[in-house]
């Protein structure tokens, strides 16, 4: 999901990522499903990641 070169595919991914996990989302706060909850917390640590890429990107980017 995260390369230093193709940091713009990163964000649409993270996008993606947050349209996709939103029905777990929803599962885990209004019907209490914590499974979904799981997959909720792996999605978000995904983003972490990613959005830390990008900011390093951004960052060595401005920089140069």
């Known amino acids: 999901m995260n390369n230093d070169n193709n940091t713009p595919n990163t964000l649409n991914e993270m996008i993606t990522l947050l349209n996709e996990v939103q029905t777990d989302y929803n599962k885990f706060y209004v019907d209490g499903n914590a499974s979904a909850g799981t997959r ?7 983003i972490k990641v990613s959005a830390g890429d990008v900011r390093t990107h951004v960052q060595t980017t401005k920089n140069s």
């Open 40 to 46: 909720v917390r792996k999605a978000m640590q995904q």
